[in-house]
């Protein structure tokens, strides 16, 4: 399994500014994921961060909302930039770790975010 | 993208009594994950499987991969049951997604009372 830790575990910010969500994992991993879950909602995946190159992103999502770094193989980071109300979620990290015996993902605690 | 359904979408218990609860999905699948998310938001695993039967303490899992379903069964339930149980595929390796990502479903709110 894998140790994940996400900073900050919650916040509530004003419209217009931006949050750096960190999350660190305690061994390496092969890959590295960011979901976002809207109030009562189910999870959705926002990009897949990899490592040393550009983040994918799905359908949906844009690097100038959502930029992502990752430069090693245990640490990522998510940018939620120029913040509506509607960004109010739980972003989470899920990792695969490298020669999983099982190809199980984990996920971090998330940060639950609130913008006001 | 594959879709992904659960059922119930809500379901409240007696502490002690069993549940069911069910996961169709609409495609082949190499990975599917059973979850539990506590009332801090926290997503436990429970389950990785994607085929067969496995057991851990009250819970069990089974997915029938031809058949496209997945159950989770909770025996003699307790109040630190509750929350949201997820279920989460990855579509099978060349079927036009992204590598590793998870689909998941709306998921279903247990509630135990004592």
């Known amino acids: 399994s894998a140790v994940i830790s996400q900073k900050p575990s919650r916040d509530i910010c004003q419209r217009g500014t931006s949050l750096t969500i960190q999350c660190q994992v305690d061994?390496?991993?092969?890959?590295m994921f960011w979901y976002r879950q809207q109030p009562g909602q189910s999870l959705t995946l926002i990009a897949t961060?990899?490592?040393?190159?550009?983040?994918?992103?799905e359908s949906g999502f844009v690097i100038d909302k959502f930029p992502i770094s990752r430069p090693n193989l245990t640490f990522s980071t998510l940018t939620v930039s120029n913040m509506s109300p509607e960004d109010s979620s739980i972003y989470l990290c899920s990792v695969e770790p490298f020669l999983a015996r099982e190809e199980t993902q984990y996920f971090g605690p998330g940060t639950r975010l609130l913008v006001l | 993208g594959i879709q992904v359904e659960q059922s119930p979408p809500d379901l409240i218990l007696q502490e002690g009594a069993n549940s069911t609860l069910r996961c169709n999905f609409s495609?082949?699948?190499?990975?599917l994950q059973w979850f539990h998310q506590n009332p801090w938001g926290q997503l436990i695993n429970l389950f990785y499987i994607p085929s067969g039967t496995k057991q851990n303490g009250r819970l069990s899992a089974t997915t029938v991969a031809t058949e496209r379903y997945s159950l989770l069964y909770i025996s003699s339930s307790q109040t630190t049951d509750s929350g949201v149980y997820f279920c989460?595929?990855?579509?099978?390796f060349g079927r036009g997604s992204t590598l590793g990502r998870l689909y998941f479903g709306r998921g279903t709110q247990l509630t135990v009372w004592p």
């Open positions: 495609d082949s699948v190499n990975n």
């Open positions: 061994s390496q991993v092969t890959m």
């Open positions: 989460a595929v990855e579509r099978s």
């Open positions: 961060a990899n490592q040393g190159s550009e983040a994918t992103y």
